[in-house]
């Protein structure tokens, strides 16, 4: 579509219309459309929410907020690509999306797909390693932080080019329930900045330069976790440091 313009008038553009597949509950889905509400997503339109499982309380959320909803086959990749055309979306948000998607889908929206994963990748992630299970592998592992990854969506699992990570400190005293719940906090701030990037099409900026989201509290100590990790040799460290001296 393309418009005309008076001399001095705002240009009109079309809204970057996503749809946002869920499992569960969907927080992070009310995070997106709340982001969206207040203009920290801007130009950007949750457009389909699709769920693999009935009853799941995301449909409700999309119900509630006028979003038009669905419940469809994961395995009917080509249903699945049917709907997502005739909404014409343009990007797919994975929201606690408890499958994996089909390499006709991942094709059909080539880097137009990200995911959001409990853990910082390259940790913890993979077949196996979804919900309250990561956490418990987390503590188990005797690791001191942990955090969201927020990643481009290709074929393999968890595998693909990472955009934003949230970082979050483990407690002492924090249990596999406790650690999802503080961790699921920066799940929602990640995603956003992955989701704003996608509609704003600057995804490959963020795929470039990783950075990470912590809180400033949280600084002096995630600097020296990270140093060390560069230590080792580990990337992850890099973006920890940069984000650690407040280049976020």
Do not use: C
């Not at 553009?13 to 997503?41: E, R, Y």
Request: aromatic fraction near 4%.
């Amino acid at each position: 579509m393309s418009w005309r313009h008076a001399p001095g008038e705002k240009k009109i553009l079309s809204s970057f219309d996503l749809a946002v597949l869920i499992s569960g509950s969907g927080t992070n889905l009310q995070a997106i459309i709340d982001a969206v509400a207040s203009g920290d997503i801007p130009n950007a339109k949750v457009a389909l929410v699709i769920s693999n499982r009935e009853g799941a309380y995301g449909l409700e959320r999309a119900k509630k907020h006028g979003i038009p909803n669905i419940v469809v086959d994961n395995n009917d990749a080509e249903r699945l690509l049917s709907i997502l055309e005739s909404h014409a979306i343009k990007g797919i948000v994975l929201a606690g999306y408890l499958e994996i998607l089909s390499p006709d889908v991942v094709a059909g929206y080539d880097r137009k797909i990200i995911n959001i994963h409990p853990a910082l990748l390259p940790m913890f992630g993979g077949k196996g390693f979804y919900g309250i299970k990561v956490h418990s592998a987390v503590l188990a592992s005797g690791v001191t932080y942990t955090g969201a990854t927020a990643h481009i969506v290709d074929n393999g699992v968890d595998t693909g080019t990472v955009l934003v990570r949230g970082v979050v400190p483990i407690k002492v005293e924090d249990t596999a329930e406790s650690l999802q719940k503080r961790v699921l906090e920066i799940e929602h701030k990640v995603l956003v900045q992955a989701v704003k990037a996608l509609a704003e099409n600057k995804i490959e900026d963020l795929s470039g330069k990783p950075g990470a989201i912590i809180n400033e509290a949280d600084r002096k100590s995630v600097r020296a976790f990270a140093r060390a990790l560069m230590e080792l040799g580990g990337a992850l460290g890099g973006a920890l440091t940069e984000a650690g001296n407040g280049e976020t």
